[in-house]
């Protein structure tokens, strides 16, 4: 018999307040007892496509990150700094009571255990990663200060075997285009300089043969005038 999956519905009233948290600016505290396996919001804010977000946003211009874009889908981000609601202001750890779930590209909060009235609800952001990643943006742009015990130091996804596998290729291929990227660029260079010392070189013995036909013409017509 098929398993039939029950749609979450979500809270008539919003189960935590938003004030000042320990980990970063402000968090979301329960304001009651949340069941494990509850629903909590909604994650909202406007949509864009990668390309927008990357134009609206860059990670490294003043040493920060924009901890309201979150990946809906593959061709999708939602950033809540434009129109978000509370679910904004929910804050990372390594050690999570809750957890985003993508449903047709919508993004909810979920609590994975019981949490208490007054706890600080957290997920974990596990951010991609591209392999472009310093170990200094691990600590730094990208350091976690959540302080649980298994705390990775690192808002980025943990790193499994395979997945370091994958980065690595990836690195190895980004470093040979842009190697190749260099040699043609350098060969490029190369031919137009090359082109252009030889079109200085024609210019040259052009001018260097009519100087010389102009003075032989000049050398024809004042013989031609002693004859006369």
């Known amino acids: 018999m098929a398993r039939r999956t029950v ?5 008539l009233d919003q189960p935590f307040v938003i004030r000042k948290s320990r980990i970063a600016g402000k968090g979301a505290f329960a304001n009651r007892t949340i069941k494990k396996g509850e629903r909590l919001i909604e994650y909202l804010g406007e949509r864009l496509s990668h390309a927008q977000s990357d134009a609206r946003y860059n990670d490294h211009a003043g040493g920060a990150h924009h901890t309201f874009l979150f990946n809906a889908n593959p061709s999708t981000v939602i950033d809540a700094y434009v129109g978000g609601n509370d679910a904004r ?3 990372h750890s390594c ?9 047709r590209g919508r993004v909810f909060v979920d609590a994975i255990k019981q949490i208490r009235k007054g706890d600080e609800l957290f997920y974990d952001y596990a951010y991609g990663r591209d392999g472009t990643e310093t170990p200094e943006d691990e600590t730094g742009l990208y350091g976690c200060c959540c302080g649980s015990r298994n705390c990775r130091g690192s808002i980025l996804e943990e790193v499994t075997k395979a997945k370091k596998a994958r980065l690595e290729v990836g690195a190895r291929r980004r470093a040979d285009q842009e190697e190749r990227a260099a040699a043609r660029a350098a060969y490029t260079a190369k031919a137009k300089k090359k082109s252009k010392s030889k079109s ?13 036909s102009k003075s032989k013409s000049k050398k024809n017509t004042t013989k031609t005038k002693k004859r006369r």
Do not use: G, V
């Not at 749609?7 to 809270?11: A, C």
């Not at 200085?200 to 010389?212: A, E, L, R, Y």
């Open 7 to 11: 749609k979450k519905q979500l809270p």
């Open 89 to 91: 202001f929910i804050n």
């Open 95 to 103: 050690a999570p009571n809750c957890e985003s779930e993508i449903e």
């Open 200 to 212: 200085k070189s024609k210019s040259k013995s052009k001018s260097k043969s009519k100087s010389k």
